[in-house]
């Protein structure tokens, strides 16, 4: 039996939620450098190819201006994956939450295996991309995402 379970990170900064709404949103300057498309508005697509490790593509299904985006994973490739394909079909939500004393936002993958090794490196990149590069980018505005090859 297949166990799903949802990872989620945690972060808070001195910052607007219209500003964290902007960061969250520039997926080239906090994601990777290979991203193509947009994910502003709600069916906006954008996909990333880094022929190394991964692609996928993605589509934005909520959008609420200074309160939360989410995206449906249209389609994924690990390398590294057991399942290869293991992403395809769940979703990932950042949750604004209004400012109190900064602005936490809250990001979910939805839907990833528990157990396999997708799981675990995906989980070790979401929160270096989340933490570290989406925290750079709105706390300094310059991001650390994937370099181009």
Known sequence: MTT???????ITVDRTPHDVLLAVTD???RFSETITGEATTVGDEFSSVDQRIT???????DVVPG???AWHVDEAYRDFAEEYDEWAGTSVTFEIAP??????????HHGPTLGLACYRVCAQGWTGCINTSLHALMTTGTGRPIPAP
């Open 4 to 10: 799903y379970s949802d990872f989620t990170t945690e």
């Open 27 to 29: 997926v080239r300057a």
């Open 55 to 61: 692609s996928s593509r993605l589509r934005a299904t």
């Open 67 to 69: 309160r939360r985006v």
């Open 99 to 108: 400012p109190g004393v900064g602005t936490t936002l809250r990001f979910t």
